[in-house]
């Protein structure tokens, strides 16, 4: 069935470094793939979003890459602040819309 | 409404009783989804609706657990005979239905089984 693999379920960087979270699916036809962020007994809540027809897209600090061939997405955030700490979700959605979670990436920025 | 609305926002029920969640999506989102987020866990898929339809409910965990939509809007999700592993956030989500439209969460329920 539909897959969602996300390394690393855990991530330390000093402020200011960059952190990069990467997601793997299964299913070709996947055309949509958002990042979300959660804070700590807050919603998930969509940082940004790329679509199957680019490979890369950025939004200040966050970048996105897709590579369809290889069926794998990155998030990139750099000059990282203490605020940028949470977990994330990366996700891809396919066939009738249903939307599959990776399993999360706990990150901490250290100041 | 401005956003996704769920109630209760917390919920404390004994083992063995019946619950009812509910959802008020974003005005005019067509599509609307259930997860199940257990503590320092994953977002588990539960069900999608399509308008009052429910194309995939692969995710329900047993026949304890059932859904419904009615009038395109609200959407129930009923546990029946809660057991203490039951116990989780439920999300709520919503979208409109074209493929790459934003999916918006709800600040979900709290349930707790004891």
């Known amino acids: 069935g539909e897959n969602v693999e996300q390394h690393p379920s855990t991530l330390s960087v000093q402020e200011g470094d960059s952190a990069v979270i990467k997601c793997t699916y299964s299913?070709?036809?996947?055309?949509?793939f958002p990042w979300y962020k959660q804070e700590l007994g807050k919603r998930p809540q969509l940082i940004i979003d790329?679509?199957?027809?680019?490979g890369e897209k950025k939004d200040q600090r966050i970048a996105v890459t897709l590579n369809k061939t290889a069926k794998h997405f990155s998030l990139h955030i750099t000059e990282t602040q203490p605020e940028d700490s949470a977990v994330y979700f990366c996700?891809?959605?396919?066939?009738?819309?249903?939307?599959?979670f990776g399993q999360g990436t706990r990150l901490t920025i250290n100041p | 409404g401005a956003g996704v609305s769920q109630s209760p926002s917390n919920k404390v029920t004994e083992k063995g009783k019946d619950v009812e969640l509910r959802c008020d999506p974003i005005?005019?989102?067509?599509?609307l989804y259930w997860y199940r987020q257990s503590l320092g866990q994953g977002l588990e898929f539960l069900i999608y609706?399509?308008?009052?339809?429910?194309?995939?409910k692969s995710g329900l965990p047993s026949d304890r657990f059932s859904a419904e939509r009615t009038g395109g809007s609200v959407s129930t999700l009923t546990i029946q005979r809660t057991q203490q592993e039951d116990s989780a956030v439920y999300l709520c989500?919503?979208?409109?239905?074209?493929?790459?439209?934003?999916?918006?969460f709800g600040e979900g329920s709290w349930l707790t089984v004891v």
């Open positions: 989500a919503s979208s409109f239905d074209n493929p790459g439209n934003t999916i918006y």
């Open positions: 299913d070709s036809a996947s055309n949509y």
């Open positions: 790329i679509r199957s027809n680019v």
């Open positions: 996700a891809a959605k396919w066939g009738a819309q249903k939307l599959v």
């Open positions: 005005s005019g989102h067509t599509a």
């Open positions: 609706f399509q308008g009052n339809s429910a194309p995939d």
